[in-house]
């Protein structure tokens, strides 16, 4: 299961001992979240929601066979992620829930645990598609991950000092404070181990860590902007139907691995771009 950070108002986090949104409990047959995360999410998500409703459910046993605690399912309720239930035919105070209620609580339990907002899930789920939740689900299991073969890592208090041992003193105050690394109990998380062995590897070549540092930053600032945009363009053109019949996850196989290659080869090139610019221009010369 997801770990997710605890919101002081998002009672979804509050499970009381219940196991969260998306999960299966002892008396109900949901899929689990990780079983979504292994497996086909798009079968499913479609056989979740093609299994025979449970009519008539009160709030005790829809949050039983759910797993989500009653307080979670009113405050859903009250942010429109839930349909109104219906009333008891017998006795009006009594909320009655069906299997449509079922499905979408997996659904905003899934979608919580994919890290998005009640208010990005409303939205989608305002659609009112099953159809169009199962296919954020197979984009996102399909984007997310990393695109540079590139993961963090906990190094030992010896394996930094072994790494720094041929940086000038205080290299390693500049590097934490810019985030390259931070304490960890007796570790250290390393956000990008090949990212700080380039830092450090300049440094040792007599560069000064405020500027490999800066240099860092001008690159993740502009690079930043340009994955928004390509991602953007992307996402759009694969709702556009770009590939035809081709899975989405298909294209994003291939792409992963030339994406890396081919901002080495613009980047590049700008660089030669921006270096003619700069011999070309004998007054930013004469400044120098």
Avoid: C
């Avoid at 998002?10 to 899929?31: E, F, K, Q």
């Avoid at 159809?131 to 030992?156: C, T």
């Amino acid at each position: 299961m997801t770990n997710r950070e605890q919101s002081p108002t998002d009672p979804g986090n509050d499970h009381n001992g219940a196991p969260p949104a998306g999960t299966a409990s002892s008396t109900g047959n949901l899929h689990s979240v990780e079983s979504l995360h292994g497996g086909d999410i798009h079968d499913s998500i479609e056989e979740s929601i093609t299994e025979d409703p449970v009519d008539g459910m009160t709030l005790e046993e829809l949050s039983g066979i759910t797993g989500v605690p009653e307080r979670t399912i009113r405050y859903y309720q009250a942010e429109k992620l839930l349909p109104k239930p219906e009333q008891d035919r017998k006795d009006g105070r009594v909320a009655r829930y069906s299997g449509k209620h079922r499905d979408r609580l997996k659904a905003v339990g899934d979608l919580r645990d994919r890290g998005l907002k009640l208010p990005a899930i409303r939205a989608l789920l305002e659609e009112e598609s099953p159809a169009l939740v199962s296919d954020w689900l197979g984009l996102d299991q399909s984007l997310r991950g990393s695109w540079g073969h590139d993961e963090p890592r906990l190094i030992s208090n010896d394996e930094l000092h072994e790494l720094l041992a041929n940086t000038p003193p205080g290299t390693q105050g500049i590097f934490e404070d810019a985030g390259m690394f931070r304490r960890q109990g007796s570790t250290w998380l390393v956000p990008s181990y090949p990212l700080l062995d380039v830092a450090v590897g300049l440094v040792e070549q007599g560069l000064d860590s405020h500027l490999v540092i800066d240099a860092s930053g001008i690159l993740q600032k502009y690079m930043g902007k340009a994955a928004d945009q390509l991602i953007k363009l992307f996402t759009k053109a694969v709702h556009s139907g770009f590939g035809g019949d081709t899975p989405t996850e298909f294209l994003t196989d291939e792409v992963r691995p030339r994406a890396g290659e081919a901002a080495r080869i613009i980047f590049a090139q700008q660089l030669e771009r921006s270096i003619k610019d700069l011999l070309s221009d004998t007054r930013k010369l004469r400044k120098r």
